[in-house]
């Protein structure tokens, strides 16, 4: 401890490079804590939008149906979807099971023609759990207008909802009357007149371009699918626990069926997050890298103006590897105090930039903006602090290796 | 108490030896011996070697009669702390801790838990105790000096080596400094052996040593 007070009494004598040094590494944390906090925000809402936008924790399909294109609806299919998500429900870990069929085919209005990707879901269930009310009508903005509304329950009613630029290029709104045309499981074509319902801002354009939704007695209608359903999407009750769910409800499911939890499904999350990865990651490294510096800077220096005194030191017996240990605790100081000024700092600027309420542009590849709004997330705080502190201890090294071996009798002649 | 036997310790300067060559002496416990010698003499390159801050190209090192000048470092600094005390001529106080703390340094360093009593004891003894919460720069160097005094004998050590330690002061300052250094050196047993080529310590050494060029010159 008496190393840990000289430390301190060493730093704070050269009071501006110390408070110097601290800027630097409070800008570091700052930098770190704003940018890991975008990243770890950017993560959770497209998790979210993944999980929300139709996959579940746990996707049930078959394996078959990963490897390449169906020719036809359903041709690598669950059999048995139905009775297989009555099953999954009654597991204790599921929250919902939901059974989709997944299929295409046009959609026409008169002369005009447009190809789709349908989705036949349980209307009822599927509101419950996902996204899909949110979609068709965000509070007072439905992309449909005021009569806007989600599938109705009723397995009788022929209705869909369209993807705001599915309906688009056909002028159909919601009354419009349509026609679903798609092949059969058998390869024959059937058609199903649909109304419109309500229209659906899935977030990406290219989605809002092609998709539709429809009841699953709508979809099961169109392409004679029996009992048969494309996948089941599995809501857990502990949604962090769907890696590990995964394994057992496969088990539950077959032979026939894999189970993948969401993000081996979800391509687009993999991608965003390894692009984040190595822009953050290349970031973080340029930021190390100049923290690094600084401090090894300050405490090179400081090692420079006290070479008689850290000679003295060892005359009366600190042995080199308190010297080491006496440069640690003057960066592990530097490190505390900078961390804990740019944690004061990110606090009040996040509080600054909420209060601002900025409304920012749809980032690439989605339909709409949002405002900004920064997450308080204890977790990036404790990673920027630890990386800062690993960087700095690091950057004590070098000024301590040079005081550690400091010859004495030349230490003590150095004026 | 301590002993020299045979010390030398070289360097090259431009093609000439410089250094200590072939020195044998012995201090007694409880007295004061001077180490007197021009300029250039070599009694700093002495005092370090028999303090373990360099090792001799030749000759030996002996403590209550046990060899240490061939120890590894480790032991070197253990004994560094607990049985030898170092005065320098510019006092070397540690600048950012105040005189209490400068003598409690060597006792903490040691584990030794009573560091603030006995520390504050050392501080009396040398005539501080009023000054003990000032900084070195708060302090005449006579004062100072003081300060190295008592941080010297901390860890009660068996030999204080002292490297001309009235240089940095005046006459009235320097003489009650060594009359404090012979007075503790009875006090304690330590035994004090002091570089100067001041008259002042010769006079109150119980023993003179003389070097020239490195070597002892015989006792007149
Ligand atoms: N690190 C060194 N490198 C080269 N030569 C040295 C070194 N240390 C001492 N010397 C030389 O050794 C000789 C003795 O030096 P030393 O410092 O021991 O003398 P001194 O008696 O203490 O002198 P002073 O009274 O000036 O302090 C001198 O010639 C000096 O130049
Ligand atoms: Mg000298």
Not at chain 2, 5 to 30: D, H, K, P
Not at chain 2, 84 to 102: C, I, K, T, W, Y
Request: with cysteine.
């Amino acid at each position: 401890m008496i190393l840990a007070h000289l430390a301190f009494r060493s730093v704070l004598r050269q009071r501006r490079r110390s408070l110097l040094t601290v800027a630097v590494l409070a800008t570091g944390f700052l930098a770190l804590a704003l940018a890991g906090g975008f990243a770890q925000q950017t993560f959770q809402g497209l998790a979210e939008g993944a999980i929300r936008g139709g996959l579940g924790h746990v996707q049930i399909l078959n394996p078959a149906a990963l490897s390449g294109d169906e020719a036809q609806s359903l041709e690598h299919g669950l059999p048995e979807g139905e009775a297989l998500a009555e099953r999954l429900r009654r597991d204790p870990a599921v929250a919902e099971a939901l059974p989709r069929i997944a299929f295409m085919g046009l959609l026409t209005e008169g002369a005009r023609s447009v190809a789709f990707l349908g989705t036949g879901v349980d209307p009822e269930r599927e509101a419950r759990h996902m996204a899909s009310l949110d979609q068709v009508a965000d509070g007072a903005q439905a992309p449909g207008g005021a009569g806007s509304r989600w599938l109705s329950a009723d397995p009788d009613a022929r209705e869909v909802v369209l993807g705001t630029g599915l309906a688009a290029s056909l002028k159909a709104s919601v009354g419009s009357l349509l026609t679903l045309m798609a092949t059969t499981r058998d390869g024959a074509l059937n058609a199903v007149d649909v109304e419109v319902v309500g229209l659906q801002d899935l977030g990406l354009k290219e989605l809002n371009d092609r998709s539709l939704a429809v009841s699953l007695a709508t979809a099961a209608q169109l392409v004679e699918a029996g009992p048969a359903r494309s996948q089941i999407s599995v809501v857990l009750k502990r949604p962090e626990a769907a890696a590990a769910e995964a394994p057992r409800l496969a088990a539950l499911a077959g032979k026939e069926a894999a189970a993948l939890p969401w993000f081996e499904r979800a391509s687009f999350y993999r991608q965003v997050k390894l692009l984040y990865l190595a822009i953050f990651g290349f970031m973080g490294l340029v930021l190390a890298l100049v923290v690094l510096l600084a401090t090894a800077n300050t405490l090179l220096m400081s090692v420079m103006e006290r070479v008689r005194e850290l000679g003295t030191l060892r005359a009366l017996g600190l042995r080199p590897g308190q010297l080491l240990a006496l440069l640690q605790w003057e960066g592990a100081l530097l490190g505390l105090a900078g961390s804990a000024a740019g944690l004061a700092l990110t606090l009040l600027l996040r509080a600054g930039l909420n209060a601002l309420h900025l409304q920012l542009p749809p980032p690439p590849g989605t339909s709409h903006g949002y405002e900004l709004n920064i997450h308080f997330v204890p977790m990036v705080y404790l990673v920027s602090f630890l990386g800062l502190q690993l960087v700095v201890q690091l950057s004590a090294l070098a000024p301590g290796l040079k005081a550690a071996r400091l010859r004495i009798t030349d230490a003590l002649r150095h004026v | 108490m301590l002993e020299l036997r045979n010390i030398t310790r070289t360097y090259e300067l431009g093609g000439e030896r410089a250094g200590v060559f072939g020195v044998s002496l012995a201090v007694a416990a409880g007295t004061v011996a001077a180490l007197a010698g021009p300029s250039g003499s070599g009694k700093t390159t002495l005092l370090q070697v028999a303090g373990l801050l360099d090792v001799p190209d030749e000759g030996e090192v002996l403590l209550e009669g046990r060899l240490i000048s061939n120890l590894p470092e480790r032991e070197r600094c253990a004994l560094r702390l607990e049985r030898l005390g170092f005065v320098f001529q510019s006092f070397n106080l540690v600048p950012v801790l105040d005189a209490l703390e400068n003598v409690m340094l060597p006792l903490q360093l040691a584990g030794r838990p009573e560091a603030r009593e006995r520390a504050e004891h050392l501080l009396a003894r040398v005539g501080l105790a009023d000054r003990r919460h000032h900084r070195p720069g708060q302090l005449s160097g006579g004062q100072q000096q003081r300060v190295a005094i008592a941080r010297a004998l901390a860890n009660d050590p068996k030999v204080v080596l002292a490297d001309e330690p009235t240089a940095a002061l005046d006459h009235a300052h320097g003489e009650p400094l060594l009359d404090l250094m012979a007075r503790l050196a009875r006090e304690t047993g330590a035994a004090f052996l002091i570089a100067s080529h001041d008259p002042m310590v010769l006079d109150r050494a119980d023993e003179v040593h003389r070097l020239r060029d490195g070597r002892l010159e015989a006792a007149p």
